[in-house]
C-alpha cells in the first residue's frame, strides 16, 4: 500500500512561533487528510485536500496540497499552548479502501 | 449521538490471557476499522469493515479476530494476549469506505500485557 513520511517527527517551539509539518509521499496521492491528536486524547478530523495545488485555511492554521499531489503541509501561524499535540497526515492506503497515516509530528509549545 | 464509543477505557492483561475490545457506533456508518498506536509508529491498521458481515485484514492483522455481526458493533478480539500487544487501541468508523470520508474515533482502550 502506500505510504506518507512526515516530518518532523517532533517539534518545540515558544509560544508565538510558526510552527511547519511535512507530508510526502512518492506517489501521487488521490487526497490528503489532516488530523490532530491531543496529548491522551483521540485524532480529531481536521481536513481534507483534493486538488492540486490546493490550500485551505482555519483560523491560524494553513493547509496546503502540492501541485503534483505528492506532498501536503500544515503551518500554524503564531502558536498558542492550545496547539499542543500530535498532528498526522493520512492518505489512501491498500486498494483505496483504508487511510493509511503517517507517524505523526509532536508539536509542544512553551508558554 | 455518542458517536464512537470504546470499553473499556483501560485493561491489564497476562500474557496467553484472551479478550474482547467493544466498540460501538451510532452514526449508521457502514465501514469501521480497528488501529493500534505505539511511540513513534503513527497510527496502524489491523483489521477494517465495509459492512455488516464483511471484515478485512490491516496492516497488522497477526494476534486480532473480529467480526461484524450488526452495523453498530466492531469487536476487536485478542486471542492469546503477548507483552508486543501492549498498546493503545483505537476504533474508527466513516460513512462510507475509501480514502475521501472523514473518520472518527473512539477514546481509545490502553492496554497493558504483562
Known amino acids: 500500500g502506500q505510504q506518507v513520511m512526515q516530518i518532523p517527527q517532533y517539534q518545540h517551539v515558544q509560544e508565538g512561533e510558526d510552527f511547519t509539518t511535512y507530508c510526502n509521499s512518492s506517489?501521487?496521492?488521490?487526497?490528503i487528510q489532516w488530523y490532530k491528536q491531543r496529548p491522551g486524547g483521540h485524532p480529531v478530523f481536521l481536513i481534507q485536500?483534493?486538488?492540486?495545488?490546493e490550500v485551505k485555511k482555519q483560523k491560524r492554521l494553513t493547509f496546503q496540497f502540492g501541485e503534483a499531489k505528492k506532498n501536503s503541509s500544515l503551518h500554524i501561524t503564531a502558536t498558542q499552548t492550545t496547539d499542543v499535540g500530535t498532528y498526522f497526515c493520512?492518505?489512501?492506503?491498500?486498494?483505496?479502501?483504508?487511510?493509511?497515516f503517517g507517524k505523526g509530528t509532536m508539536l509542544l509549545v512553551s508558554p | 449521538n455518542a458517536g464512537v464509543t470504546q470499553t473499556p477505557k483501560f485493561q491489564v492483561l497476562k500474557t496467553g490471557q484472551s479478550m474482547t475490545l467493544q466498540c460501538a457506533q451510532d452514526m449508521n456508518h457502514e465501514y469501521m476499522s480497528w488501529y493500534r498506536q505505539d511511540p513513534g509508529m503513527g497510527l496502524r491498521l489491523i483489521h477494517y469493515?465495509?459492512?455488516?458481515?464483511?471484515?478485512d485484514q490491516g496492516e497488522v492483522p497477526n494476534g486480532y479476530n473480529v467480526s461484524r455481526s450488526t452495523t453498530e458493533d466492531f469487536p476487536l478480539r485478542l486471542l492469546s494476549a503477548a507483552p508486543s500487544q501492549t498498546s493503545v487501541y483505537f476504533c474508527a468508523s466513516s460513512l462510507q469506505q475509501g480514502p475521501f470520508t472523514e473518520a472518527f474515533f473512539g477514546q481509545g482502550t490502553r492496554l497493558t500485557v504483562v
Open positions: 506517489t501521487t496521492l488521490s487526497n
Open positions: 485536500l483534493v486538488k492540486s495545488g
Open positions: 469493515s465495509v459492512g455488516a458481515g464483511i471484515t
Open positions: 493520512a492518505g489512501p492506503g491498500s486498494g483505496y479502501s483504508t487511510l493509511t
